[in-house]
């Protein structure tokens, strides 16, 4: 799946049809987007052939209840009732199907769509409000998890989100998003909205635009050698790395603080963050790095996975009300001022946890990062 081709294709200003930088015939829209199989909006636009749409339960197209925020503000696909904006109508199920897509073969396949959910987050077949897509496979098969939005999605806000489809490249599939209350308890929520629902196929081969800029990456090389300073083909600013090296212990709060990456490594970007979450609201968070990793070492109630000398990121940091802190790391100030491309850190955060009976703070996963020019 091409993450960075599938955010231009929700996102980025598109190639003109006529431009071809790279003069091999085929202009790069098609080799930046492409070949756009279905885009559903609900305002019209018409299905390609044979392709059919299907609701049941609660499932309708609307305007009048959509939330605020991204991806738009047009009709959309939503599980609930009209007005009131909930599915409070007893145990409530039902699927939205588009039915007959054809996949060419020998293509990588992407589906991506626009979803607001609220509910009770239910992760599989024995939880509550469930938000679900499948794929049903040429043929009429089985159903088969391609997405589990109730199980991962963020509560109340709209998100981007992709599956990847290519393992159905050269069939005809049905893909259904199906929304099941599970009971006919807590159902004054929202439910569930989807709106652009979009399926693309990629000529199988590497990613020709890595940073999601909307210009082919051999056209930008061959404009300015400069940004490909080793001579490989891939754009140094495309080859930033983060790795998690270690995984964080469980917390008062759930399965444990995860460490993640806000933007590239990059020194001349300078637009580098950590994310901290799932952490203890409320409390006080530290970043800090090192040089190399450490084996997972036990450290007050969780997992020291950086080895010494370590450098703290100051100042402590209050976390979200979500569990979340984000702080950002400016590589033209100190202590991160004096690093060149391919130097490797090893970042984690500390954080307070004052759960009864244990030792009062915690570590996220740790991350390793190779910084790029």
Do not use: K
Not at 35 to 63: F, I, N, Q, R, Y
Not at 84 to 99: I, K, M, P, Q, S
Not at 181 to 208: E, I, L
Not at 354 to 366: D, M, R
């Amino acid at each position: 799946m091409r993450a960075g081709a599938l955010c231009l294709s929700l996102a980025a200003p598109r190639a003109a049809a006529a431009q071809d930088c790279n003069g091999n015939g085929v202009p790069d829209a098609a080799e930046l987007n492409g070949s756009e199989l279905l885009l559903e909006d609900h305002d019209g636009a018409a299905l390609p052939p044979g392709v059919t749409t299907h609701m049941t339960g609660l499932w309708h197209v609307e305007l009048g209840c959509r939330p605020a925020g991204a991806c738009g503000a047009s009709q959309f696909a939503y599980f609930g009732q009209p007005a009131v904006c909930d599915f409070d109508a007893g145990w409530v199920y039902g699927n939205y199907e588009l039915r007959g897509l054809a996949l060419p073969a020998q293509h990588e396949i992407t589906l991506t769509f626009c979803s607001f959910y609220e509910g009770e987050g239910g992760a599989s077949g024995a939880d509550y409000d469930l938000a679900f897509v499948f794929v049903r496979p040429e043929g009429g098969g089985a159903l088969e998890l391609s997405d589990n939005v109730s199980g991962t999605a963020r509560q109340a806000v709209w998100e981007a989100r992709t599956a990847d489809l290519s393992a159905y490249a050269g069939q005809t599939v049905d893909l259904v998003f199906f929304f099941n209350a599970g009971d006919d308890f807590a159902n004054g929520t929202f439910g569930w909205g989807v709106d652009d629902v979009g399926v693309y196929a990629f000529a199988v081969g590497a990613d020709p635009d890595c940073d999601s800029d909307g210009i082919l990456d051999e056209c930008e090389i061959a404009a300015n050698p400069t940004v490909d300073q080793n001579a490989n083909g891939i754009l140094d600013a495309c080859e930033c790395l983060t790795a998690i090296t270690c995984i964080g212990a469980p917390n008062s709060v759930g399965s444990g603080g995860r460490l993640g990456a806000v933007g590239m490594p990059s020194l001349s970007l300078n637009g580098f963050s950590l994310l901290a979450d799932d952490i203890v609201p409320g409390e006080f968070a530290l970043f800090f790095f090192g040089f190399s990793p450490l084996d997972p070492a036990p450290f007050g109630d969780g997992w020291l996975c950086v080895a010494p000398p370590m450098v703290r990121l100051n100042p402590a940091v209050s976390v979200d009300p979500a569990g979340q802190v984000l702080r950002p790391v400016d590589f033209t100030s100190p202590p991160t001022d004096t690093f060149a491309p391919g130097d490797v850190l090893f970042f984690q955060c500390w954080y307070r946890d004052p759960c009864v009976g244990c030792a009062g703070f915690n570590f996220t996963h740790a991350m390793s990062a190779t910084l790029c020019p």
